[in-house]
């Protein structure tokens, strides 16, 4: 079991920059894959970002693709999306997900590839 605590969202202005954290507890964190998901009121959830186990491979969604950037500290056991130049199309609630995966290079894009979710955490981005 790996219990997920998202925090760092708000309200902020188009432009501006947000950095999430994700704190993870329960299994060793440095055996899980991590990913970053995004629900918007009556959207579904949608892929926003992914970290393999090391932290040396990642990918993005083309919509935040040279705006966000993901990263981890396998010590404080955390997970990070710094998001910025954002936009008001960015408000959603963000979640932190993770799956176990120590395969090199692997990074997982689908909701359902993920087998522990966080709370979530609520980003406003204002025009």
């Known amino acids: 079991q790996v219990r997920l605590v998202e925090s760092g969202g708000g309200l902020v202005q188009a432009g501006n920059s947000l950095k999430l954290s994700c704190a993870a507890s329960?299994?060793?964190?440095?055996?899980?894959?991590m990913g970053w998901f995004r629900q918007a009121p009556g959207k579904e959830r949608m892929f926003v970002a992914t970290?393999?186990?090391?932290?040396?491979?990642?990918d993005y969604a083309d919509s935040v693709k040279g705006r966000f950037t993901i990263s981890r500290d396998n010590v404080k056991n955390t997970v990070y999306l710094q998001m910025n130049s954002l936009k008001p199309e960015d408000t959603a609630v963000y979640y932190c997900?993770?799956?176990?995966?120590?395969?090199?290079?692997?990074?997982?894009?689908?909701?359902?590839?993920?087998?522990?979710w966080g709370q979530g955490t609520q980003v406003t981005v204002s025009s």
């Open positions: 997900a993770a799956r176990r995966s120590i395969a090199a290079m692997a990074t997982f894009v689908s909701a359902t590839d993920y087998y522990y």
């Open positions: 329960g299994r060793r964190f440095s055996d899980h894959a």
């Open positions: 970290i393999n186990w090391s932290g040396g491979y990642t």
